[in-house]
Nanobody, 119 residues
Framework: QVQLVESGGGLVQAGGSLRLSCAAS????????MGWYRQAPGKQRELVAT???????NYANSVKGRFTLSRDNAKNTVYLQMNSLKPEDTAVYYC?????????????WGQGTQVTVSS
């Protein structure tokens, strides 16, 4: 089992910055991928950024150049630095951890943290 604890959400003006953190209850080395997804009202949940255990990064086109995903293996934590925030970034952000084995994939989710960007 993997428990995920998120922090860092809040209210910020357009052009501002926030940093989200997600701490996992087990070693990141045993998790195949971690990152963030987001869901705005009336929209489907979408990928924001992920990092694999091999340090491969994947960003949504809408956040490339503005968001940076990083990890601290010693703390079992990943971070999402969000700069130049736009009102369209407003959403609930969910931390995700994916564990892959020979039979199936298991996705674990944080409780979600609200990010609101005012114009």
């Amino acid at each position: 089992q993997v428990q995920l604890v998120e922090s860092g959400g809040g209210l910020v003006q357009a052009g501002g910055s926030l940093r989200l953190s997600c701490a996992a209850s087990r070693s990141i080395f045993s998790i195949n991928a971690m990152g963030w997804y987001r869901q705005a009202p009336g929209k489907q949940r979408e990928l924001v950024a992920t990092i694999t255990s091999g340090a491969r990064l994947n960003y949504a086109n809408s956040v490339k150049g503005r968001f940076t995903l990083s990890r601290d293996n010693a703390k079992n934590t990943v971070y999402l630095q969000m700069n130049s925030l736009k009102p369209e970034d407003t959403a609930v952000y969910y931390c995700n951890a994916r564990v892959v084995n020979a039979w199936h994939d298991i996705d674990y989710w944080g409780q979600g943290t609200q990010v609101t960007v005012s114009s």
